[in-house]
């Protein structure tokens, strides 16, 4: 089925330039981009966008870096756009990523792990409305 995922590129790839071989991966693995820009999460988004890890530990320290930088969100297409992306992704620890994921090759912490892809339907659904009128949407 074809479906659409939420993804946003993270401070730490912006930081260290990978922005470009992000997109190039996410392309060349299929994905259609339908929508993104680079803007910066105020401190109340991250924490929204974050609320279901609210009550974990690493919370606070989570949204004070998905606010350290600009981030890129992007609304992406595909056939299985959303299991999919977490195949390309890997493991939410980079060092436990497959080889080739864009977790192994660009991520350098649990933390700072280069990539946020949406993990079901709903949530997919509700990512891209917090980041793109449906109008924006190509
Ligand atoms: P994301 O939601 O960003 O796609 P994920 O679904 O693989 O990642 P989650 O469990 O939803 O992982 O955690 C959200 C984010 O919180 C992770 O991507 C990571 O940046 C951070 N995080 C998760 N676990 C830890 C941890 N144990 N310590 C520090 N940060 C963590
Ligand atoms: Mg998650």
Known sequence: MIERTLTIIKPDSVEKKNVGA????????????????????SEAQARAFYEVHKERPFYNDLVA???????WPMCLQRE????????????????????????????ESIERN????????????GEIAF????????
């Open 131 to 138: 980041f793109f009128p449906t109008a924006d949407l190509a």
């Open 114 to 125: 280069a990539i946020h892809g949406s993990d079901s339907p709903e949530n997919a659904a």
């Open 22 to 41: 992000i997109i190039a991966h996410l392309e060349s693995e299929g994905f259609e981009i339908l929508a993104a820009r680079m803007t910066r999460l």
């Open 65 to 71: 870096y998905m606010t350290s930088g600009p981030v």
């Open 80 to 107: 299985d756009a959303i299991g999919y992306l977490r195949k390309v992704m890997g493991a939410t620890n980079p060092a436990e990523a497959e080889p080739g994921t864009i977790r192994a090759l660009y991520g």
